[in-house]
């Protein structure tokens, strides 16, 4: 008698969230292998732009002759998976904020949405349809560029030229040790620090640097536009676009929480935050 062939179950440990993620990363760093690994031969991508590609193949020819998408930071993503009918079958649905590097010619951020089908084939996901878009918002009547840009950009663009006022020249790089290295930061690219165990991540206008110090010894180095806003975080003051509850959220997206015990401080060291947005 013969047995049925029947489809394999995914396994509890493969998470799909987890692949989707890697996946955009990979993908605004120029490196689409996992992306492509992941790809049914027929999968339709829908781009957040004009772009439309219908199957893995067409994918990689537009890739292998143009850059598709510049070179972007990726931070803040939130995704959050949707069963269906199917045990393997998925949606995976979030968004995430990207800005680009200091190798890009144009300044811009954006905040994309992403949803992702995917198919348990037997050994991995692989997703069937991808559709990108941009959250777009359009400036104010009070808001003026010379071209059509997002509200994000716009934000964006104003914080890192108010940092870049205020902060450049004052004093200088910043020299942070690092093991047996030294790391020079310009304070006017820095976004925020981070904790990490014995290190510290220095979230930077054109990416992210970990250095082998504590927080601590960086705060000391910092000028006073920075503060600490709990064990975890050091912000620059001049990225910080609105402190809503118990959070503070930055010019590109990024959003950090505040103790609830330091909110009342917080706020009060960050009360000149208007007439600075100002300047």
Known sequence: MTTPATHNKA????????????????????NFDTLFAHM??????IGAGVNTFRGREDLEK????????????????????IPTDSENDVVVAGSYAIFSDGNTKAISSEIQRVTMNLRWDGDRWR?????????????GEDQNFPIRVSEQTYRYVQAILRASKQLSGSQGRIAIAS??????????DLLY???????????????TTTVRQLLGSIEESLPREFARISRKHIVNVLYV???????ILLADET???????KVVEVRRALGSLPQRREE
């Open 11 to 30: 396994p509890a440990n493969n998470d799909p969230v987890a692949l989707v993620i890697t996946m955009i990363r990979e993908a605004f760093d120029r």
């Open 40 to 45: 049914t031969d027929d999968c339709l991508f």
């Open 62 to 81: 537009r890739i292998g002759k143009e850059p598709i998408i510049p070179r972007y930071t990726v931070r803040d993503e939130r995704f959050e998976l």
């Open 127 to 139: 997703a069937y349809l991808v559709h990108v878009s941009n959250r777009w918002a359009p400036l």
């Open 179 to 188: 093991g047996p290295s030294t790391i020079y930061v310009n304070p006017e």
């Open 193 to 207: 620090a981070e904790a990490n165990g014995k290190e510290s991540i220095l979230h930077l206008t054109n990416g």
């Open 241 to 247: 676009s609105k402190v809503e509850g118990n959070t």
């Open 255 to 261: 959003l950090l929480p505040i103790p609830k015990r």
